[in-house]
């Protein structure tokens, strides 16, 4: 019987997701409520799943710690802890847009068309905006107003804002408009060097130095600088064979890398160990 990568699993996932969310606003009208919300709070049954980002800017505006909006975020920053930013390559819906786009341009694209690329931390990047965001929010907000650059929350508002209030969301432009320039670029620049709904996670993986990670063989790695499969694989442009910060603080366990190098060396492989092995 074949055996199905990771890939595989990942994006039924990732589409199961995507779907949900498209379908559950028509579902919640026809009565069905055992499941309702968005990415910014998401009810199952009495379980509630909330934007971690957000329930920080509320707890630090209003100074008050309510344990049901802590545990509501920090079930989602332990799974971080432990698997990090799986969210962003198994759960979030404009990840999964923004790879297809990604995958698309690497496709249509002719190669004299130069690929964007820099060399810069996309977290450090995170870390001004966020910390801009912040302070915006503490002097003229009540409301969070960082998730306005949350991807996933537009994404279920757009079919929320459809389905109930009969009407196109403005976020169906702005999603756009940020794909098509990652189309352009062929790099995925939001998810990269913008979006601070992973800055947490990222920071919550970080607080755990047994969080899974991709580990390098380097005794089985066969391939060089022109034959890089695992490289090519990442549609986040990054090196899995350099341990580095960058790796460390960018890397979303999509498992790309370990699928396309399971083909030539078994070189790569997931680990939680603190040392690459
Ligand atoms: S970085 Fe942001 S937009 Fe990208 S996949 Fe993660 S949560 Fe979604
Ligand atoms: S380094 Fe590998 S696991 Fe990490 S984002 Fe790139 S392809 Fe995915």
Redesign the pocket.
């Known amino acids: 019987m074949k055996r199905h990568s990771i890939q595989t699993y990942r994006r039924i996932i990732q589409i199961t997701v995507a779907i949900t969310f498209i379908i559950l606003p028509l579902l919640n009208q026809l009565g069905f409520t055992f499941i309702w919300g968005n990415f910014l709070n998401i009810h199952i049954g009495d379980l509630t799943l909330s934007d971690p980002l957000a329930v920080l800017q509320v707890t630090l505006k209003n100074q008050y710690f309510s344990p049901r909006l802590l545990m509501s975020a920090g079930i989602i920053l332990i799974i971080a802890m432990c698997f990090g930013t799986i969210f962003c390559?198994w759960i979030c819906p404009f990840g999964l847009l923004s790879e297809l786009v990604h995958g698309l341009a690497k496709r249509v694209l002719p190669n004299t068309f130069k690929k964007l690329n820099f060399q810069i931390s996309g977290f450090k990047i995170k870390i001004y905006i966020l910390s801009l965001g912040l302070i915006f929010f503490f002097l003229f907000c009540t409301r969070p107003i960082i998730n306005q650059l949350s991807m996933p929350l537009w994404y279920s508002q757009i079919f929320q804002y459809l389905f109930i209030q009969k009407h196109i969301s403005f976020a169906v432009l702005f999603v756009a408009v940020i794909l098509f320039a990652e189309f352009i670029s062929r790099n995925r620049l939001w998810c990269r060097y913008i979006c601070p709904q992973s800055f947490l996670l990222v920071i919550a993986k970080l607080l755990n130095p047994f969080h899974l990670k991709?580990g390098y063989r380097k005794e089985k790695c066969i391939g060089n600088k022109n034959n890089n499969p695992?490289q090519k694989?990442?549609?986040?442009s990054?090196?899995?064979r350099t341990l580095n910060n960058l790796?460390e603080t960018?890397?979303?366990?999509?498992?790309?890398?370990?699928v396309a190098c399971k083909k030539l060396g078994k070189a790569?492989n997931f680990q939680f160990s603190r040392h690459f092995s």
Not at 233 to 236: E, K, N, R, T
């Open positions: 390559s991709v695992c694989a990442c549609s986040l990054l090196d899995p790796l960018e890397c979303n366990n999509c498992g790309d890398c370990i790569l």
